[in-house]
Every structure is written in structure tokens, then in C-alpha cells.
């Protein structure tokens, strides 16, 4: 199935001095990378039933044709094994639809990063992570998949930083951000299958977003405290970030979710009340040092976080135990927009 | 026993665009520039303009603004810049 590599090819001694050439030359993210050579990227291709040559996606503004050899060499060097590359591809795939505006995330001087979330039954093949410490360490397939986006975003579109990656501080997901949903333990419709994907297909959904922000409600039993709770980190985000509205993503753990399902909330409930609950007016950024900006329009103009309900991706996950959630911001508003598309089977 | 390793850039290969060979002089030509609609770029091409038209004596400048930053330029204000002989255009901040 595959073809001719076209990528050219470097000798060096062994994978210590394969490491040292890539960190000179700044084709890595700063970590140690394997040495993504030819046998290895031929079994990525085949795992993944990909040619070399095939185009897995191009970048719309600076119409970089992303070839599926460059992603397999990313997903090698990222630490992947072969059967994580669909995933990769996948991942690829979405950040290339234009709503997605992958040269505005890449370049901005906001500093944003791929979100991945992983729906369907991928995750249980590849043994991805979806409870403890989910938007941390610990799990390969969740840290090398999202890594070998970051290391192609690098190396094939030169989101090199400094140069046309002008992040002023970035965030440690840049590093990789990819989460499996906990669709076993939770009684919600997963991510996937709410945005039009089938039933027990695979797929992944991927945002550009800032930072996680960990709110923490443990006092409660009312769903709509809870509610509350993430609504008002998503106001504070509004009034000392960006105002604009677009896709929050909100990660909520096993103990919120048994709050939410005794109260009979569904996701939709949970969006619902945080499109009505999350918004603020211009005036409000008198509150936070942004005075100067606040009377440019009509200071009653009221703000929302989502243009609609719709706009927040609730994803189900995290430990057992503890009452802590995350939201996600979006970059920059609407202008990079939740893409989700199916896994090559 | 040494060990290959291949090139994960996309330049390495050639297959990145590359930029048009530079023109023997600015004297009368046609000029682009292509607003990425961030904020201080009007006022810099402002000034670009000046010197060009002043200091370089370019004949004519045809000036666009994206209408998103983030996004590809449209393909009518494509066919409006083709007209340059070269054009300046703004990526980044």
C-alpha cells in the first residue's frame, strides 16, 4: 500500500545522535523524539492503510498539502505506536476544515492548542484514558497522539516559535492535549454522537482552546449550583480574557455527573443553563481593569459566552473521586470552531 | 551501524510555495498590499506606501484588507492583486 518516501534522509549514529540532530535543528517540541525511520514510518502507513503520497488534509491560508508520510513521521517521532495513527489522521483532518482556522490558532500571539477529544470505541483498542488525571500525564496513547499534532504543526506548517508561531505565552497543552470520553461511566450521549456521529463509530472532536481552568464545587447537590459554578468561571474568562462568544468545552467529572443524573440533567440541560447563566456586560470590565475598553459600545450591551447553547461541548471525564471540573476556553471567539470527524476504521 | 532518519519538514521536500523571483527594479512597477486586517498594519502599509511611492517610484499600488485575519484572502481581491508585478503580503501581528 505504501509508496515511495519522498522525505529526505539523514544518517547519524544511533537514536541518541538522531535526538541531538532533531533538537539542534528545532524539529521537536523541546522533548526527546524516536527516530522516525523509514521501516518505522512504512508501519505506521500500512497500521493505518495510507499511502505515503496520500493528501490528508491542506492548510487553507498557506495551502500546505499535509502528506499522511509527514503525519506518520510526527506520529513516530511523537512516541505513537502504529494502531494510533488513524487517530492522528483523523485529528489532522478536522484542523484542516476551514471553520477551524488552524493558520490563526497556529499564529496567534494568544497561544492556543488543540483540543482532542476521542470518542467510540478507539479508545478501549488503544487503551486511552479517560478517568484519573485525564488532562494530565500518564496515558501513552492520549500524550503522543496529541503530541504528534503539535510536532506536525512545527515541522509542516513552521508553527515554530518566534517565528510564525508568535504565541506571547502559549500553555503546557501545547505540549498535548487529547482526552478519551468516559462513556462507560457516564449516563450521558457522548461528544461525538451529539454532533452527528453513529453510534458505535470512532471519532474525534478537536478545538482550539486555552488553558484549563479547574473550578472545584463539592458542597452541593443541586445541578444547578453546580451549573453555576462552571458558568461563572466561564464569566471571569469573558471579562479578563476575551469576551467573544464561541465553543467553551467543559470537562466534568464522575462525582458532577451523579449530581447532574440524580437532578435528571441531561447535557442539553447543563448547556441550556449555561448559555442563560454565562454572560456579562461591557460595564463588567470596569471591574477588571479594562475601563478603557468598556464604553467603545453600549456598556448595558449584554455578552454571551455561547451564541447558542449548542456552542458548549461537555465531555465526560476524569477520576472517580473529587468534585473538580475544567473549562476550556476557545482561542479567540467564533473564529476557530469544534470540528468532529469520523475514524477511518 | 549507522541509522536513517527522514526529514519531517515539508520545505525539505520542495513541495512548500516559493516565492517569485525579485524584480531588477520598483521604477513603474505595480505594487500589492495585502492587509491581514490586524490592527497596526494600515498604518504601517500607510507608510510602506510612501516610501514606495516616493523614494522607489513605484507606478501604482493596489492595496486590499482580508476581511478576517485568520482566513485565506478572497478569491476576488486574489484576482484585483494579480495585476502587481509584486506584492507585499502581511501574515502575523
Redesign the interface.
Known sequence: MTDT???????????F??NE??QRNG?TDGLPIV????PL?RSFLEAAGLAASDAVGVE???????TA??VA??AV?AGCRPEYLPVVVASVQAMCE?EF?L???T???GGSAPLVVVNGPVRLALGMNATHNVLGNGSRPNATIGRALR?LIV????GIPGQ?D?STLGHPGKFTLCVAEDEEDSAWLPLAAERGIAPGASAVTVLAVESPHQVMNEWTHDPAELAETYAAAIRANMLTYSIWAGNYAVVVPKQHRQIFAEGGWSKRDLRERVHARARVTRREWRSVGKGAVAPRKDEDGVYTALRSPDDLLVIAAGGPAGGFGAVLPPW?GK??LAVTKGIRP | M????????????G???SLAAPLATLDGAVVGLLDNAKIGTARFYDHLEEILRVRYRVREVIRRRKP?????APADQLGELSAADAIVSG???
Not at chain 1, 35 to 38: D, G, K, N, Q, V
Not at chain 1, 155 to 158: D, K, P
Request: hydrophobic share 40%.
Open positions: 518516501l519522498r522525505s529526505p534522509q539523514h544518517e547519524v549514529a544511533d537514536a545522535e538522531a540532530l532533531f524539529w527516530p522516525p525511520t523509514e514510518v487553507p491560508v498557506r495551502r500546505r498539502r499535509i508520510e509527514k513521521i510526527a517521532m476551514p482556522g493558520h490563526g490558532v499564529a496567534s500571539t510536532l515541522n509542516v506548517l513552521g510564525l508568535r479567540y473564529k476557530s | 549507522t541509522l536513517k532518519v527522514l526529514d519531517p519538514r515539508l520545505s525539505a521536500e513541495e512548500a510555495a478576517d485575519s485568520s482566513r485565506p501574515i502575523g501581528d
